[in-house]
């Protein structure tokens, strides 16, 4: 059982690039999120979907879009990257239906644009 | 706007001291609090929850958190750290709707 697994792990990206950051989870889960996190800033929540084809915006979804085409993944795209998007980005998944808050992480994905 | 703050950036303790990390939020209404803890290179794990009842709830590792709601607190506390302790705490909460908003998190620096 592997949970929640983000790919990739580490990337570096210069201005105006584009790139997916995958995550993968494999508990049925049906909530999932994609949060970033800045020192000092703690964590700040981007996108989240509360199911297969559905998406919602969260504090901080300029210059990122999504995309949860099926239940066990959930997208997270920069169209083009900026200096500001370097972070370390983590998603989350949640399993309860009545979506207590109770959230499963992957391990995160540091990206660099320079 | 609704938000969750920490008292504390960075706190420093010897082993054996006691600890309490502060946690405020703004929501009105029923909410579901938590923290998390992120050791150092490691993600984010759940240290322990509060949905209802009594208003001190245990988690993991010797940790336990009070819930008081006239103040609108959360806070964290542990009778005795120890060295792996040291790590970043976040509190958490979520309101019925809303997705799970995070503190800006506390650093806990544990020195042997």
């Known amino acids: 059982n592997a949970g929640v697994t983000q790919t990739p792990k580490f990337r570096v990206l210069k201005t105006g690039q584009s790139m997916t950051l995958l995550c993968a989870q494999d508990?049925?889960?049906?909530?999932m999120y994609w949060y970033r996190q800045d020192p000092g800033m703690g964590l700040r929540l981007i996108h989240y979907s509360v199911g297969e084809g559905t998406t919602a915006k969260g504090e901080v979804p300029d210059g990122y879009n999504v995309s949860r085409l099926k239940k066990q993944n959930f997208l997270l795209g920069l169209e083009s990257a900026a200096p500001s998007q370097t972070s370390v980005y983590f998603c989350a998944s949640s399993y309860d239906r009545r979506n207590t808050g109770e959230l499963f992480f992957g391990e995160g994905s540091r990206l660099t644009v320079l | 706007a609704q938000s969750v703050s920490q008292h504390n950036h960075h706190v420093i303790l010897s082993e054996a001291a006691s600890l309490e990390l502060g946690c405020n939020y703004s929501y009105g209404g029923t909410v579901n609090l938590f923290w998390y803890v992120q050791y150092p290179g490691q993600h984010l794990q759940l240290l322990l929850k509060?949905?209802?009842?009594?208003?001190l709830v245990k988690g993991i590792k010797g940790f336990e958190a009070e819930f008081i709601k006239s103040k609108f607190s959360f806070n964290l506390r542990k009778p005795s750290v120890q060295w792996s302790d040291t790590a970043e705490y976040f509190c958490a909460v979520k309101k019925a709707g809303t997705a799970l908003i995070f503190g800006k998190g506390t650093t806990l620096s544990v020195s042997s």
């Open positions: 508990m049925n889960h049906e909530y």
């Open positions: 509060y949905f209802s009842g009594d208003p």
